[in-house]
Structures are given as structure tokens and as C-alpha cells.
């Protein structure tokens, strides 16, 4: 008799119980994954909005601390 004419070993039992289950969770995955990235393509867009005060009040200024900064980060 071959190797393939004798049935599979005892582990196989276990094997088949456990395919199903594993199967489920990555099918569950997946959806989950095509739902996460469909998101964004429902939701509305977000928008930022300045009030006035904030359209005017000061903005980045190159300054010598900011600059010492930008210099020590450098080495």
C-alpha cells in the first residue's frame, strides 16, 4: 500500500474543525478592512474655517531662536 492510498493521520480531525473558523475570521477581516477604507469615501469633506480675528493675527516668524533651533537640530 503508498503513502497515498492510506487514510490521513488522526491530526486532521482538528484541522477541519479549526478551517471554518479561521476562514470566518479573515472573511470578517476583510470586510471590515473594505469598510475602513470605503469610510472616507462617504463621510463630507471637512473644512477649515478661520474666523476673521484669525485671519489677521500673527503668522511664523523666522526669529534667532527658531533659527538657533533649526541650526542645533542641523548637527
Not at 9 to 16: F, H, I, L
Not at 41 to 49: F, G, I, N, S, T
Amino acid at each position: 500500500m503508498s503513502r497515498k492510498d492510506q487514510a490521513p493521520a488522526s491530526s486532521a480531525a482538528p484541522r477541519e474543525a479549526a478551517g471554518p473558523g479561521r476562514r470566518q475570521f479573515l472573511r470578517t477581516a476583510g470586510m471590515v478592512g473594505l469598510g475602513a477604507a470605503a469610510a472616507p469615501l462617504v463621510a463630507a469633506p471637512a473644512e477649515a474655517r478661520e474666523s476673521p480675528g484669525e485671519q489677521v493675527k500673527g503668522r511664523y516668524q523666522l526669529t534667532d531662536h527658531v533659527q538657533r533651533f533649526y541650526f542645533l537640530n542641523s548637527l
